[in-house]
Structures are given as C-alpha cells and as structure tokens.
C-alpha cells in the first residue's frame, strides 16, 4: 500500500507584473505602426493600433475613453444642466487651428444651426473662403476673401480678411472710392434702370437689371476648385508663391467675360495668371439687362504651402504614381528644409523610379523609338536639371531626333 508524504517548500515571492513597462511598450509598438502608413491607411496597421489601444487603454487616433457619470446632480424640479468634460487628445491631434481659434465650437455651431452673437469666421478648407456675419437677421453679406497654400497644399486654408480691409478690398472690387469706415452713398436710381414689370400675360426678362455682390461672390466660391488647382500647380514650380494676386475683368450682358488681366505687376508673367485667366475665361455668371457693367477687380489671397503640406502632396501623388507631381513637391519641400527626412526619402523614391524608366527608354531606343523619346520627357519631369539622369535623358534624346 502506497504512503503519501507532504513537504513543504517555501517558494519566493512573485512580483506582479509591471504595468507602466507594459503601457510604454504599447505606446512604442503603436508610434512603429503609424510610420508604416507613410503612403495611406493599412486595414490590418489600423485593427492592430486599435486592439493595443484598447487593451491598454490607450488614446490613439482610433480610440478614446470617456467617464460618463450618470449621478443626477440636480435639486428636484430644477432644470437640466449638461456638463462637458475635456477628453484627452492623441497625439498631433488638436481642436484649435493655427489661430488659436477652437474648430469644436465651430463644428457644434454649424452643426446646431445656431445663430451666434460673434460673427463665424471662414476656415477656407483649402478652397476659397469667405467671412459671413450672421449675427443679425436678413441676408448674410460676405465681407472678404482669401485663401492658404492649401491652395498649394491640401493644396491651403485662405485667410480671410477683416475688419477695414474687408471694406476697403470689396470696395475696390465693385468700384466704390469713398473711405473704408463710411458706407458708399446709394446711387440715384435712374429711370432707364427702374424695373418695370410686364404686363399680366406678355412675357419679360426674368433676369436682373444689375448684378450684385452676391452674384459676383457665387460664382467665384462656386469655382473655387479650379482656383485651388492653379495655386496647387503653381506651388511647385514658383518660389515661395504668396500674397494677393488681383484678377481684373469685365462680365457681359449674357454672363460671359472677357477683357481679362492681371492686375498685380509681380505676377503678370506667372503660370498662376495665365491659369487663373483660362479659368475666369470659362465661368458664367447671371444674365443682366441694364447698361454694361464696369470691369471687375477681384483679390485672390492665399499663402506659401508649408514643407509638411508639400511632403504630403508628394506622397498623395506617388500612391497615384503621378511622379512628376511628386518629384515637383519633394524638391520644393526639400528645398526649402534639407534636413526634412520625409522629403528626402520622397525625392530617393522619384528618382529609383526615374531611373527605371530611363531603363525601359533605353531598352525601347531601337524597337520603339517614339514610346522612348515619350518615356525620356517623362523622365526629364522627374529628376532636377542638375542630376546625372537628366543629363543622360538629355543625350538620349538627342541621339533619337538625331535619327
């Protein structure tokens, strides 16, 4: 018959496991999975951030915590009173702009509808912006516009104006020489613009006698892509491009333009110009009846786009494998910061694919010498005049016209 025994053994003191390690761990592991999407969102990057974040209770750009108490804090028959706690942000996340100005109030008042006492500032979103005063009642007047290298950056935010200089930019716009601070005098009406209506049964003009700021407004926010597209294009090939450049033309009876020019000396020869004219060549405004209205003069503010707003044109373009516009933003970027890694690492990319195409011309130079001379000028878009690529692509080309 088998005899149990019993020992007893003293074993050491096992030390818990240590939290902090395993939150800074998480927090390490997370910041190696944001640099893995450089060129976009991976689903798979994105489900692993988010399973780390909510195992250890971590705020990423994918997750959040928020303590709600539900303890009623209100005295009997008293009216409810909701209390918003700030949440804690991931990071390079914030709720205020570049101003200083806080986007959640802004978000809750347009998304409320409500009408505030203070006038809402224009945010631009890269396209063109006006400043509104809502803050009476009747019809909201736009008091200025302006925009950001959004315009060049993601294509810029444009600053709107304020204050005596909106005044003063829309007086110049429709004409007006008197002070900033006074409005123009109302101009007599006279008898050959009086609106006088149809007779009941016969038919009439349906359009305006004149046009009007709104008009005028509508039209050039309802654009504001094609103007984005010109500062975006711009941007890349014109230094530092910034400031206001004045459109100057005339709208005829039936909505169209003409007599376009560029008021702004500095800009006259510039691609922006010639882009912004072909555009304003091809908007349409509202048909009017009266006399022939004066030449417009209409301001276009906006400024230089930031290197991190090129780096990121750049990468939106590789991803669409647009490599000219990509090695356009990457070079300007890196100009203006060579210590800038992204723009680097963007610029050694451009020119691996630069020089894999110089490849494929090479070997086409004999089979197919009009798909090589077209690979060749691509690849002359790509790298910078000074590069042993663009020499090579030069000769080349060279030597095919030379046959």
Same mark, same amino acid.
């Given at each position: 018959?088998?005899?149990? /025994? ?58 959040? $915590?928020?303590?709600?108490?539900? /303890? ?18 991931? #990071? ?8 200083? !100005? ?27 912006? /006006? *400043?509104? #005063? ?39 716009? $429709? ?18 613009? @009086? ?24 039209? @050039?926010?309802? !654009? ?37 020019? /560029? ?34 003069? $209409?301001?276009?503010? %906006? ?6 707003? &090129? ?18 933003? %990457? ?10 890694? #992204?723009?680097? %690492? ?31 000028? +691509?690849?002359? +878009? ?6 042993? &690529?663009? *020499? ?12």
């Amino acid at each position: 018959m088998a005899r149990s /025994t019993e020992l007893e053994v003293e074993l050491p003191a096992r030390e818990e496991e240590h939290q902090a390690l395993a939150t800074l761990w998480a927090r390490a592991r997370i910041e190696e999975l944001e640099k893995e999407q450089y060129k976009g969102e991976q689903p798979e990057t994105v489900r692993m951030i988010t399973s780390l974040g909510l195992e250890h209770r971590l705020v990423t750009r994918y997750t959040s $915590f928020v303590a709600v108490d539900q /303890t009623p804090a209100t005295e009997p028959r008293s009216p409810i009173r909701t209390v918003c706690e700030p949440v804690e942000l991931p #990071d390079q996340v914030s709720m205020e702009d570049g101003e200083g !100005n806080n986007l959640r109030s802004s978000i809750l008042y347009r998304a409320r509808g409500v009408v505030s006492s203070k006038p809402l500032e224009a945010r631009g979103m890269g396209g063109i912006g /006006t *400043r509104m #005063d809502v803050s009476g009642a009747g019809d909201a007047k736009p008091q200025g516009l302006g925009s950001q290298s959004g315009f060049a950056g993601q294509a810029a935010d444009l600053q709107p104006t304020s204050g005596p200089q909106v005044d003063y930019d829309f007086d110049k716009i $429709f004409g007006s020489n008197g002070s900033p601070d006074t409005p123009p005098p109302s101009e007599p009406r006279s008898r050959k613009n @009086v609106y006088i209506p149809p007779a009941p049964g016969s038919s009439g003009p349906t359009h305006k006698a004149q046009l009007q700021q709104s008009d005028v407004m509508e039209v @050039v926010v309802a !654009n504001k892509g094609t103007i984005k597209a010109c500062v975006d294009e711009a941007s890349l090939t014109e230094a530092d491009l910034g400031g206001t450049i004045v459109m100057r033309w005339t709208i005829r009876l039936d909505g169209s333009t003409s007599s376009i020019v /560029t008021v702004t000396d500095e800009y006259r020869q510039t691609q922006l110009a010639a882009c912004l004219s072909d555009a304003i060549k091809r908007w349409r405004f509202p048909e009017y009846f009266g006399p022939q209205m004066s030449p417009i003069s $209409f301001p276009f503010k %906006f400024s230089a786009a930031s290197v991190a707003e &090129l780096v990121e044109k750049g990468g939106k373009a590789l991803l669409r494998e647009d490599y000219r516009t990509a090695a356009r933003a %990457f070079r300007k970027a890196f100009e203006r910061d060579p210590a800038n890694r #992204d723009a680097a %690492f963007g610029l050694e990319q451009v020119r691996k694919k630069a020089q894999e195409v110089y490849s494929e011309a090479y070997l086409l130079s004999q089979r197919d010498p009009t798909r090589a001379r077209q690979l060749l000028q +691509q690849l002359l +878009q790509m790298v910078e005049p000074g590069h042993e &690529l663009y *020499r090579k692509a030069q000769k080349r080309l060279e030597a095919l016209d030379g046959h």
